[in-house]
């Protein structure tokens, strides 16, 4: 599906505006939304290459710049130690509640643009794959496609490092996806069997796949990359949001 050229929308949260870069096919017609939370980097050539393939499956796709509070509007995190240990920094400075209201703020947006059908989802990797089950909380998002998912068994996200992901889950209404690499040293064999028993303790709607991939297996550059990988999991995200986005 051909999609339209890049657009910018600068939207209202209660920290300030926070810039999304919105994707969409460029097909006449209403789509479902997804808000695709990136990874500590902001929005990378890789983010902005795997938004657009969820968005040529047919969706109006919102990429929210994470960090906009601390960074200025378009600034993107090189994937180096310096880049690196800045957005570390960040993910432990910022507030479980800014990151919250930020997602909310998002998906409204999302939910009331005027190609989207009002049926949205989220999606996240890394610091993103965390974001898109929180705002997964929320009542209006269908489903959630959460990859290797980072800080949610070692309950760290945000200011404190204390969030309250795990506790919160029988808030998940709709479905949610949970995609783990086997080889991943940020979430440990003991870690996802934390996470996936609380989602069954809490009766979340999931579906749950652990690969032989490293951390950050879906992006395209950089040694950790797994092109069939990358392949298999489209399939999986594009089965999910037709069957939670599309359905009467």
Not at 2 to 29: F, K, S, W, Y
Not at 124 to 153: E, K, S
Request: glycine share 10%; charged share 20%.
């Amino acid at each position: 599906m051909i999609l339209r050229g890049d657009e910018i929308q600068d939207i209202a949260t209660a920290t300030g505006p926070m810039r999304l870069h919105v994707l969409r096919p460029g097909a006449e017609g209403r789509f479902p939304g997804v808000v695709l939370f990136s990874e500590i980097y902001q929005v990378t050539a890789p983010i902005r290459r795997l938004a657009a393939m969820v968005a040529g499956m047919g969706h109006v796709v919102a990429v929210p710049e994470v960090y906009h509070e601390y960074e200025p509007a378009g600034c993107v995190l090189a994937y180096d130690m310096p880049g690196t240990d800045r957005g570390n920094a960040l993910k432990y400075a910022k507030p479980l509640a800014a990151y919250d209201d930020d997602a909310r703020a998002a998906v409204a947006w999302l939910a009331a643009h005027p190609a989207c059908t009002g049926r949205v989802g989220t999606m996240g990797v890394c610091l993103g794959g965390h974001l898109a089950l929180r705002a997964a909380m929320n009542p209006v998002v269908q489903a959630a496609a959460c990859f290797y998912a980072t800080d949610i068994h070692s309950a760290s996200l945000g200011e404190g490092r204390a969030d309250d992901t795990l506790s919160r889950l029988d808030e998940i209404a709709g479905e949610a996806m949970m995609v783990w690499g086997r080889q991943d040293p940020h979430v440990p064999f003991a870690g996802r069997q934390t996470i996936r028993a609380a989602l069954e303790g809490a009766g979340v709607r999931h579906e749950w796949y652990e690969v032989n991939g490293q951390h950050a297996f879906l992006r395209d550059e950089g040694h950790r990359f797994d092109p069939a990988l990358f392949l298999q999991a489209m399939a999986w995200v594009q089965a999910l949001f037709a069957r939670a986005l599309r359905a009467d």
